[in-house]
T-cell receptor, first 114, second 114 residues
Framework: SQELEQSPQSLIVQEGKNLTINCTSS?????LYWYKQKYGEGLIFLMM?????EEKSHEKITAKLDEKKQQSSLHITASQPSHAGIYLC??????????????FGKGTKLSVKP | KAGVTQTPRYLIKTRGQQVTLSCSPI?????VSWYQQTPGQGLQFLFE???????NKGNFPGRFSGRQFSNSRSEMNVSTLELGDSALYLC?????????????FGPGTRLTVT
């Protein structure tokens, strides 16, 4: 089974609506990273969460880390067409580890209908 | 600052050939990681270099190799190409190789093996 599960796999929302994407790890999380990818292009770094309960926001995107549940959520408020893309979560599951231990979810494809 | 650059952006090769991909990190970044992204497997770690030394290697066959130069630029090589090597190859750079790390990704090289 996948070590880092993202849900949903895809999402279609009407412009202006709020949405949430979840990322759940089967291993202890020591760092959680959110990226956005336009199809076939590189990943754009969004946010990094390290501590349980940590919450970060950037413009209309908020990410939270629930260390106990080994889960992170990404919430977009008042979605816009510019939010469309694939959202990937990446995680460091090895304490004191290096980039070699970063694993990624399969991604959530977000479409925003004008 | 210029972002991570990768060349070439697109490549078509024939089975059995070899290929070299290049990555120039953000100025000042000393750590470079390589990932393979396919629809089926998602984003998978290939290897990581820091100060010209390979620090970590993912679970890929020996046909995949890489190196890093003194100016932090990195190359990866795939020999004896197989159809299954068709993928988007992404390079990411970061300032350091210790947690926490913000990795900045390049646009990728789309490799098609026929």
């Amino acid at each position: 089974s996948q070590e880092l599960e993202q849900s949903p796999q895809s999402l279609i929302v009407q412009e202006g609506k709020n949405l949430t994407i979840n990322c759940t790890s089967s291993k202890t999380l020591y760092g959680l990273y959110w990226y956005k990818q336009k199809y076939g292009e590189g990943l754009i770094f969004l946010m990094m969460l390290q501590k349980g309960g940590e919450e970060k926001s950037h413009e209309k995107i908020t990410a939270k880390l629930d260390e106990k549940k080994q889960q992170s959520s990404l919430h977009i408020t008042a979605s816009q067409p510019s939010h469309a893309g694939i959202y990937l979560c990446g995680a460091d599951v090895s304490y004191g580890g290096s980039q070699g231990n970063l694993i990624f979810g399969k991604g959530t494809k977000l479409s925003v209908k004008p | 600052k210029a972002g991570v650059t990768q060349t070439p952006r697109y490549l078509i090769k024939t089975r059995g050939q070899q290929v070299t991909l290049s990555c120039s990190p953000i100025s000042g970044h000393r750590s470079v990681s390589w990932y393979q992204q396919t629809p089926g497997q998602g984003l998978q770690f290939l290897f990581e270099y820091f100060s010209e030394t390979q620090r970590n290697k993912g679970n890929f066959p020996g046909r995949f190799s890489g190196r890093q130069f003194s100016n932090s630029r990195s190359e990866m090589n795939v020999s004896t190409l197989e159809l299954g090597d068709s993928a988007l190859y992404l390079c990411a750079s970061s300032l350091t190789a210790s947690v926490p790390y913000e990795q900045y990704f390049g646009p990728g090289t789309r490799l098609t093996v026929t």
